[in-house]
């Protein structure tokens, strides 16, 4: 089980559910206001990541003061969750638990999540960053070493591409044979695959914010020990 903050009022516990609670009256108890269900088993291990900033970073000068207001909205924001055995990824758009109106005490899965999520097996557990409403993971490929995906899921990264990346807004659907069934996804994203590769996938870490990206890499000296080096890439 893991939790996170939804802007300054609203808590979000997230275990084999996401339970979505009011926190704006300090002096009482957090108020249930929704139970969004998971397609996942109970018991399953759960970790919550929001994104490390707030601003989203465009190339177009036109678009920052929109992206930026767009981005701060803790309505308009992403969190993550990882699942463990099989290892999942969820994306999902935090929209959703601010349109509460009408909502019943627990929406299953198939009323809520395919439009407001994609769901990805995670190739290498943990490695993925999340900053502003993009995330960043390595993926390998059928070249040597593995690749930096850089996936936009900012509306207006999607209706603005201006050429860049690729826009995604067919559904996707995985297979997971250990729970028996077929998850399908459709929020819409642009995905950017950096050309560059990374030999034997040796990334430990990757971090995103608005303006950088860093890899923390595990490089073997002469003497063969290893080191820890921080890479800082500009975007």
Known sequence: MDFCFLGGDRLLIANYSLKVYSIEDMSQAPQLLAC?????????????????????HSSQPQMQTQQTMW???????LI???????????????????????????????LWGPPNARVF??????????????VL???????PGCRLHMMDFNPLAVKYRQGLGQVV?????????????????SLPYVEVVLDRRFGSCTLDEIWVDKDRIYLLKMTQEVNST?????EVIEI
């Not at 981005?71 to 308009?76: A, E, K, M, R, V």
């Not at 557990?125 to 993009?134: F, I, S």
């Not at 993971?137 to 070249?143: E, K, P, Q």
Request: charged residues 20%; aromatic residues 10%.
């Open 80 to 110: 993550t969750l990882l699942t463990f055995y099989p290892h999942l990824v969820f994306i999902i758009s935090t929209r959703i638990f601010f349109d509460l109106e009408g909502m019943v005490a627990a929406i299953p899965w198939n």
């Open 169 to 185: 807004k067919e559904p996707s659907t995985i297979k997971i044979s250990e729970w028996g069934k077929d998850i399908t996804t």
């Open 121 to 134: 097996y995670d190739q290498y557990p943990r490695v993925l960053g999340v900053g502003g409403n993009r």
């Open 36 to 56: 969004f269900l998971l397609p996942v088993p109970p018991m399953m291990k759960i970790r919550c990541i929001l994104p490390m900033d707030d601003i989203a």
């Open 71 to 77: 981005t701060l909205d803790p309505q308009h924001r």
């Open 226 to 230: 290893d080191q820890l080096e921080l």
């Open 137 to 143: 993971f390595r993926a390998a490929d059928n070249g």
